[in-house]
């Protein structure tokens, strides 16, 4: 059992088994569908169809170069094994076979790669070429949780898409109840893409972890279809796949097993500020009484029409008084309370 205590301290790996909780989400999502590339999958039946094109690719990369055979290809791997081995954990020591499996994937990524260059006919399930396995464990929690961005808009928060040229996807801001987001497109792969990117950072220990923390971020501000359509409103989502449940479901199931690189969370500035916005008294009092009482926008807008410091906005009053004076014995008691107190 202690044999191997040196050795493993030593290994740092750098292609990773999934975690159980994060495989357990959507154990399709870190599967490969056509191809295997590395020795995790190797023995799986379902891809083994897939070995003999490996050959061709493997025979295609050896005739580009007079001289050129498996034999010595096999040698020079040899001095690479050592190597090799510390990137996989639990795997068997199998030399010969392991040089061979090194060549003949290898071979297979860079002729691959080579064909996609060249504009050539694509291969179906490119996917699979992302996809990882990958180990994690943290846990960390947040003490305050931000708010979902149906919630964050009634407390008078907005939101806009700041896509451009130069911006990236990570690029989100808040700053005085703005919240900028660049335009995200959810399509059928990205799940997949965003489950091995995740599930990467998570092993890897890279710091910050963006896409670990994006989804997070996203994950709070998405909890139901209501905020993926407030989100499609306003540019933010572009929705490719179906409905808007489905890009909610999406966000949240991809969260689970994943947690924050804390205190190192990529969004804690962005997380914090809306929080604190959110929870300032007019702006509570205003998400209170538009949640609760408000269902036509003419009283939204009544209510907006004070700002944070309680002064009313310059604006066209043309109609509303007369307005006022109908529907003031309608108002809950707690507002026209809070009316008195303005």
Same mark, same amino acid.
């Given at each position: 059992?202690?044999?191997?205590?040196?050795?493993?301290?030593f290994?740092s790996n750098?292609?990773?088994k999934? #975690?159980v @909780?994060?495989r !357990?989400?959507?154990?399709?999502a870190?599967?490969?569908?056509?191809?295997?590339?590395?020795?995790y999958?190797?023995?799986?039946p379902?891809? *083994?169809?897939?070995?003999?094109?490996?050959?061709l &690719?493997?025979? @295609?990369?050896?005739? *580009?170069?007079?001289?050129? /055979?498996?034999?010595f290809?096999t040698?020079e791997?040899?001095?690479l094994?050592?190597k090799?081995?510390?990137?996989?954990e639990?795997?068997?020591?199998?030399?010969h076979?392991?040089?061979?499996?090194?060549?003949?994937d290898?071979c297979?990524?860079?002729?691959?790669i080579r064909? *996609?260059w060249?504009?050539v006919?694509?291969?179906?399930?490119e996917? /699979?070429m992302?996809?990882?396995? #990958?180990?994690?464990?943290?846990?960390?929690?947040?003490?305050k949780v931000?708010? $979902? =961005?149906?919630?964050?808009?009634?407390a008078?928060?907005?939101?806009?898409?700041?896509?451009?040229?130069t911006?990236k996807?990570? /690029?989100?801001?808040f700053?005085?109840?703005?919240?900028?987001?660049?335009?995200f497109?959810?399509?059928?792969?990205?799940?997949?893409?965003? *489950?091995?990117?995740?599930?990467?950072?998570q092993q890897? $220990?890279v710091?910050?972890?963006?896409?670990?923390?994006?989804?997070?971020?996203?994950d709070?501000l998405?909890?139901?279809?209501?905020?993926?359509?407030?989100?499609?409103?306003?540019?933010?989502?572009?929705?490719?796949? =179906? $409905?808007d449940?489905?890009?909610?479901?999406?966000? #949240?199931k991809i969260?689970?097993g994943?947690?924050?690189?804390?205190p $190192?969370? &990529? &969004?804690?500035?962005?997380?914090r500020?809306?929080?604190?916005?959110?929870?300032?008294?007019? #702006? @509570?009092m205003?998400?209170?009484?538009?949640h609760?009482y408000?269902?036509?926008p003419?009283? &939204?807008?009544y209510?907006?029409?004070?700002? !944070?410091?309680g002064?009313?906005? !310059?604006?066209?009053?043309?109609g509303k008084?007369?307005?006022?004076?109908?529907?003031?014995?309608?108002?809950?008691?707690?507002?026209?309370?809070?009316?008195e107190? @303005?």
């Amino acid at each position: 059992m202690f044999e191997d205590l040196d050795k493993s301290s030593f290994k740092s790996n750098s292609i990773f088994k999934v #975690n159980v @909780r994060l495989r !357990e989400s959507n154990p399709d999502a870190y599967t490969p569908k056509m191809v295997s590339i590395g020795p995790y999958h190797r023995k799986n039946p379902q891809l *083994r169809p897939m070995e003999k094109y490996k050959l061709l &690719y493997l025979r @295609r990369f050896l005739q *580009r170069k007079e001289g050129l /055979d498996v034999e010595f290809c096999t040698s020079e791997l040899q001095i690479l094994k050592e190597k090799a081995l510390k990137c996989y954990e639990d795997i068997e020591d199998i030399s010969h076979e392991f040089c061979q499996m090194l060549l003949l994937d290898g071979c297979f990524v860079v002729e691959f790669i080579r064909e *996609r260059w060249c504009e050539v006919e694509q291969l179906p399930k490119e996917k /699979d070429m992302i996809i990882i396995t #990958n180990d994690a464990n943290h846990q960390i929690m947040f003490h305050k949780v931000m708010q $979902n =961005a149906t919630e964050l808009s009634e407390a008078g928060v907005s939101f806009a898409d700041v896509s451009s040229d130069t911006t990236k996807l990570l /690029d989100i801001k808040f700053d005085n109840g703005l919240m900028r987001i660049p335009c995200f497109r959810v399509e059928h792969g990205t799940e997949t893409l965003l *489950r091995n990117l995740i599930a990467y950072e998570q092993q890897s $220990n890279v710091h910050p972890s963006y896409f670990s923390d994006y989804a997070i971020f996203m994950d709070h501000l998405i909890d139901s279809d209501k905020d993926v359509n407030l989100l499609r409103q306003k540019g933010i989502i572009v929705n490719c796949i =179906a $409905n808007d449940k489905s890009v909610a479901s999406l966000f #949240n199931k991809i969260r689970n097993g994943v947690v924050p690189t804390y205190p $190192n969370f &990529y &969004y804690d500035l962005e997380f914090r500020q809306a929080i604190e916005y959110s929870e300032k008294p007019w #702006n @509570r009092m205003k998400a209170n009484l538009k949640h609760n009482y408000f269902s036509s926008p003419w009283e &939204y807008k009544y209510l907006d029409e004070y700002d !944070e410091e309680g002064e009313e906005q !310059e604006e066209d009053e043309c109609g509303k008084e007369e307005y006022e004076e109908e529907e003031t014995e309608k108002l809950p008691k707690e507002l026209l309370e809070y009316q008195e107190l @303005r």
